[in-house]
């Protein structure tokens, strides 16, 4: 399951559709748990493989966040062709990219799935440097660091570490979607870490913060790292996003 993958739901509940996103030089299988799980509720999941993921470092390397966003893109138009409602969610960078397409689709999407959002790699695992990492978009700008690569001992399902030149992307994309956090329209369920060791917990806050139309659930988890869908909470989680799920599945879908 390193590919993306589309799972058909059943009876009323499969007319809801979950779009899963994963993360920055990660791949669906940090999904695989949460999507079977909503599967067997009755939902219609769909995992999406981001472009240049899979891969080698210079297929990634070589895409833009704009290429990821088209990737989640895809998903979404494939999913609304078999569903009458659509939630979009997200683990790590996945999770801004869910909170990208919900700012652009306001129409389209019912609910927001925000997992460990990394808006900024400051956790106590990264190595101090990761700190600079304002400064990694002028870096790829002037051709510095193709090759060189952030260690992210918690995340990496198949991957050594994230690329510098990847990493300037997310950048570029968190500075969109935090621009435009006040365009969120669909409701949105915040799960963290408290101790993450990539992303720190004031990532979610930004959510919190900064979506004011709009309700926020936030829960952080006591004894998670960073991949919380396949780590020791990852129970809690599954239960949480379903009551989440379930509540949206009731309302009247969106008309757009």
């Not at 949460?34 to 210079?58: I, K």
């Not at 669909?186 to 309700?215: G, Q, T, W, Y």
Request: glycine share 8%; proline share 4%.
């Amino acid at each position: 399951m390193s590919k993306e993958f589309l799972l058909v739901g059943k009876g009323a509940r499969g007319r809801t559709g979950i779009l899963l996103v994963h993360s920055l030089s990660g791949t669906p299988k940090e999904m695989r748990l949460l999507a079977r799980s909503l599967n067997l509720q009755g939902y219609t999941v769909l995992t999406v493989n981001l472009a240049g993921h899979g891969g080698t470092r210079e297929h990634l390397v070589n895409t833009s966040w704009l290429d990821w966003l088209a990737s989640v893109r895809r998903g979404a138009d494939l999913l609304a062709s078999r569903v009458d409602r659509l939630v979009v969610g997200g683990f790590s960078t996945g999770a801004v990219l869910a909170l990208a397409l919900a700012q652009e689709r306001p129409l389209h999407v019912a609910g927001v799935l925000a997992l460990s959002p990394a808006f900024r790699h400051d956790g106590e695992g990264m190595p101090r440097y990761a700190r600079l990492a304002f400064l990694l978009p002028v870096l790829r700008a002037l051709g510095i660091g193709q090759h060189r690569m952030f260690p992210e001992r918690s995340v990496q399902v198949d991957q050594p570490g994230t690329p510098w030149w990847a990493l300037a992307e997310t950048r570029k994309l968190t500075a969109s979607v935090l621009r435009r956090m006040t365009m969120l329209r669909a409701p949105c369920l915040v799960m963290h870490a408290r101790h993450d060791d990539v992303a720190s917990v004031s990532n979610a806050f930004e959510i919190v913060h900064k979506a004011c139309h709009v309700n926020v659930s936030l829960q952080l988890l006591a004894d998670s790292a960073h991949l919380i869908t396949m780590g020791r909470e990852r129970r809690e989680v599954i239960a949480r996003v379903a009551a989440f799920v379930n509540g949206l599945a009731k309302a009247p879908a969106l008309q757009g």
